[in-house]
Each structure stands twice: as C-alpha cells, then as structure tokens.
C-alpha cells in the first residue's frame, strides 16, 4: 500500500477528514482487505493507548516536593515583594496628603516624598508574568521582561488555554 | 502688636494648606493624557529585517539604552499616539496580533495591559507614568536572538 | 482567604485565590494534581528525576502565569501543557547536543514499520488493566522520542494534527507519518510483548 493511502487510512481513523474524503475512504475499504487490515491494527492500538494512563506517582512526599516548588516561587517573587513595598508607602502618602491638615504630617509626607520617588516612581500592581522589572531614574524609565512568548520557544505560544492548541 | 506674628502664621499654613489641597485635586482629578507607543525591534543587525522599519528616535534609543539592553539596534515597527480620559481604558493595535491598553488614572497613575495573539493577557501593571517617562515591556525571540519591545511613553 | 476550607475547594476556586497570591491555595492545587503533571512529564521524558524536576518547573511557571489562565480549559489540563511544553523543550536541547538527530534516526526506522505486517489480532484484548498499562508503558519506552511525542501529544492530549504540526514545529505531513510508524511500532511491541510471555 502506498504511503498516502496510509496517511489517508490513519487521517481517517483520526478524524481529520472532510466529509467527501471520508466518503471516498470508505468506498475504497469497501473494496481494499489489506486497507480495512490496517484500519483494524491503527483501531486497536490507538484503543490500547486510549485506555492507558499512566499510574506513576511522585515518590517524594507532598511536603518535600512543595519545598523547592516554593523555593522557586519566593525568589521569583522577590521583585514584586519590593514593588508591593512601595505600593504600600505610595498609598499612605496618598492619603496623606490630601489630608494635609496638619504641618506635622505635611512635613512627614515631604519628608518621605524623595524617598518614595528615589526608590521606585511609584508602582503599584506586579503581579503579571514577569521575568524581571527594571527601573533606570535618570531616565525615568522602566523595564518589564516578560517570558512572552516564552523562551524555551513554545511554551507559552501553545498553551491551550491562550493561544492555538 | 501681638496678633500680627499669630496672623502671619495663619496666613502661612493656610497658604500651604490650599497650595496642598490644589495640588492633590491637580493631581487626583488630571483630565486627559496623551500616550505614544511603539513596538520596537532589538536586534544587532546592522540593518533592520524590514526596510520599512526605521530606526527609534534618539531620546527613545538614550531610554533604551539606559535599560541595559543587550541589542545594539533598535527599529520602529509600529508607532500611535493617543489619547485617553481619565478612567477610561483606551485600546490600541500595536501589531497585527497584539494591542496595549492603557488606563489614565488618579495621580499620573496608568494601568498598561498587553494583549496578545488571542488577545489573551500577558501582562497587567499599574503604576505612576508622568509626562516624559516611559514604560517598556519586552521579551525576546529565541529563534533568532532579537527581541520585541512595546514602549509606552506620556507625552503629555 | 482565610475562611477557605482549601482540601474542600474547587479547583477554579483554588486558582482564583493562588492568583492573589494565596500559597496555601496553589500548594493544594499542586498536592492534587502533581501525580498527573509528573506522569505526563515521566511518560514524554523515560527518566525519573527529569520528570520529577520538569514538573516542578511546571509548577513554578504555573504559578507565575495563572494570570494567563482564562479558564477556558481546565486547570490541569493548563498544567499538562505547560509541562509538555517544557519537556519538549527538554527534548530539543537534548537533541541539540547530540550528534545524530531524531530525524536521522526515525527515518531510518520509519520504512521498515511502514512495511511491517498487519497484526491481526488484538494484542490487547486479553490482557488486564493493569498488565496493560505496563506493557503499553514498556512499548512507549521503546519508542524513539519524536515517535513517543506524537503519540503523546496526540493520543493523551488530544491534539489535532496541525497543533501538533505547530508545537513540534514541523509539517502536518511528518506529524502524520510519525504517528502512523508510532501506532505501527506500537502494535509490533505490545505484539511482541505478547508472544514473548
């Protein structure tokens, strides 16, 4: 048998035919024995690995296994930790200084206003996907590296949740 | 004779107390902010893959550069401006399969979310973007050693 | 968050309160799928420790994307991608470091099943559950790597033909015929399997 007859026969089985070729698949196993004796070996080979799924287990503990998925994670996390840091005292000083009723706190805010933009111009929110986040203040610019598209080339592009698959 | 030093302090504080509560409300409630993005090629070639594709203004090359980027060239693909009221989130293409949304808030505050090729997130942040600053987003391209950049400066 | 009874959470649940930073609730996400990522990893991988580390890789970028997840599919089945898609990765470097390539290998073995007999008969029909799930577990062990990957990707993951065509990046063309020297091999080893008893 031809290896496109082959293909056709599995794209059959796979459903990846139009209605018209799968018409004309079936026409010519109809009359062909050795294409409906291959369609019966692809049949029961993909029904033995329909009915696999594997039973491997993790053989570390919940425990240790969590341990170095959460070391990962906090230091993955130490940038947006030091961002949030800043949330913060940028959220106080906009209390405060709406409120600026009193000298003392305006001289607190004015006090603690060079320090805010000193460190980091204000963020707020990083809880996207970084990879990193840079700030440059005498540029007064910032850089947010992303693993998008993802760096081991596809990760990311195919996850079926966002993209093609 | 007495009262005048009491007054001149009065006088002070309420100054500074309307000059705060002005600059808050100033700051609070900006109307509108205009907005340049642009998406950016970084690569080392000498010459960019496309001729179309010009090479970035010098004050956005001196930003780049600052960021410590590792490409040598950088070239425009795309480049819009535009404008968005304050708390509403304006959504603009940046290529064919991406787009950048960008929501003016309190204090010079700005809420940047990349779409991309589903228009699916890739990224959400807030933070403060003042006239002339800049925000960029990037990533590199592993089958060639380039690397995308999405800009987004204030410009006003 | 902290009223979550989290071993009685849904998992959409769980996810939501893992995307505002909530570890307790990912930790929980990741005891109750972590045999499922790692098998996944184990099944494209053959190895071990290899599996057990790209699933825990699977874990961390998961965690560092849920903002991406939508909900659309289920959460593992957003997991398993990511985990695939990390053992490919894995595989292609792998491969990058060899001297021979997948190709040159499984062009070399693909005409050979292409004209293999028919097998006739079921070699799975008489086989338990359990028996089975071995023997199909030895045969895919057998398999070269792209052949497995295919078979993987297709079979458990349910991929269509050009997906899989994209994620391997080749043509829909060598998708088909790696699947169909995989199935064919497949059904020579569980056959073999069988007589060899």
Redesign the interface.
Known sequence: MKEDLQMKLQAYLDGELSAGEAKAVLGWLAQDAAARNLLVELTNTRAALLSHESEMKVSDSREFYWSKIRRQIEGEDKIVIATKRISLMDRIHRLLVPAGAAAAVFVAVMLALPRTNGVGDGFADAGDAVAFTYHNYDSGTTLVWLDYPAENDLSEMELDDTLDL | MNFKPKFGLAWI?AV??VG??A??ISS?FAGEAKFESQLVWATNDEKPPDANYKPVDQETQ???E????KWKNFCVVKRVEFETKNGVSGKVAISDKSSISVKFME?E?VEVV?H???G?????????L?V????????????NSTAWLVTLKRIK | MADMDYTAAQDAELVQASRQGDMVAFEQLVARHRDKIYARAYMMMRNEEEAIDLSQEAWVKGWQRLVQFQGESSFTTWMTRIVINLCLDQLRKRKRQRAESIEAMEEESGGVERQMPVVMVNPTEQMERAELRVRIDEALGKLSEAHRTVLVLHEFEHMEYKNIAKTMKCSIGTVMSRLFYARRKMASLLQDLKTSE
């Open positions: 504080c500074v107390m705060i509560v600059a808050s609070t001196k930003k780049l600052s960021l410590g980027l204090e505050k990349l991309g090729q589903k699916e997130e890739c990224s959400r942040r807030v933070q403060q003042k002339g600053k800049m925000l960029v987003h990037g990533g590199n391209v592993p089958e």
